[in-house]
Structure formats: structure tokens, C-alpha cells
């Protein structure tokens, strides 16, 4: 029921409620109630969808990429790292497993070797989520 047919209907209500018709005037309000509650809980539910909606965005500005795993990032604070294809393509967070020599995604088995002598002064791609395709030199993480 749109807003002209809800208009329609009070309308509606109030010329049967003036001609003393109450019981069609009170079936008429009675629709009119449930429409307005059916309305309401679709409300809740849009925004609830909206404030999840909003939280991915939230945590996808405070992903930040190595060049291999994503880490969250806050002000004072630096969680991870995650898998990248876990998160790229389902929209996981999955903590990687540290093992001696790589770290280990226990979602779908990837593995990420360690680098060695990386320090956190090399700039990051901030903020890129597709490095493999936009990139076209080799990360140099890789290299060295
Ligand atoms: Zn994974």
C-alpha cells in the first residue's frame, strides 16, 4: 500500500465515520493498522540492515594491505594478520596461524611466507584492496 492509498483510506474511514457507518470505519482503521505495522517492522529491519551496512564500510577504511595479508588498523592499535582471500572473496575475517617459517590460513588452507628483515617503514599499499591486477612491478617485498 503506497502513501496516496494510505491517504485514500483515512480518507475513506472519516466520510464512512461522519455518515455513522462505524463498523466499516473501524475495518477500514483496522487495515490501515496493520499496514502501519508490517511498515514498521520493515523499518527495523532496513535499519538494521543499514548499521551493518555501515560497519563493513567502517571496517573495510581500517584494512590495510602488506602486500600479502590484510591487518586492521585503529589508532593505537594493530590486529592480524588476516587472510587476503578469505577477506577479498567472501568477506572474512580469518586470523592467519603463525608457523615457524610462514603464517597459515586455517579457512582455506593458504599459506603466506614470512619475509624476512621487512620493516614497517617500507610503505604499505594503504588502502589497496586488488594488488595483484593494478600493480604491474613486482611488489618489492617479493623481491628482496
Ligand atoms: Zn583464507
Redesign the pocket.
Known amino acids: 500500500m503506497d502513501n496516496l492509498l494510505h491517504a485514500t483510506c483515512f480518507k475513506q474511514a472519516l466520510d464512512l465515520a461522519r455518515a455513522g457507518r462505524w463498523e466499516e470505519a473501524r475495518q477500514t482503521l483496522k487495515g490501515l493498522q496493520d499496514e502501519f505495522i508490517a511498515l514498521y517492522d520493515e523499518n527495523q529491519a532496513l535499519k538494521q540492515q543499514l548499521r551493518e551496512v555501515a560497519e563493513v564500510l567502517d571496517l573495510s577504511e581500517s584494512m590495510r594491505f602488506d602486500g600479502q595479508k590484510y591487518w586492521l588498523e585503529t589508532e593505537d592499535n594493530r590486529e592480524g594478520p588476516y587472510?587476503?582471500?578469505?577477506?577479498d572473496q567472501h568477506g572474512?575475517l580469518?586470523r592467519?596461524q603463525e608457523q615457524k617459517r610462514h603464517w597459515q590460513?586455517?579457512?582455506?588452507?593458504?599459506l603466506y611466507l614470512k619475509l624476512e628483515k621487512r620493516k614497517d617503514s617500507e610503505p604499505r599499499q594503504a588502502g589497496s584492496r586488488f594488488p595483484s591486477r593494478l600493480i604491474k612491478n613486482p611488489i618489492p617485498l617479493f623481491v628482496k
Open positions: 587472510c587476503q582471500v578469505c577477506y572474512k580469518l592467519l590460513c586455517k579457512g582455506c588452507g593458504n
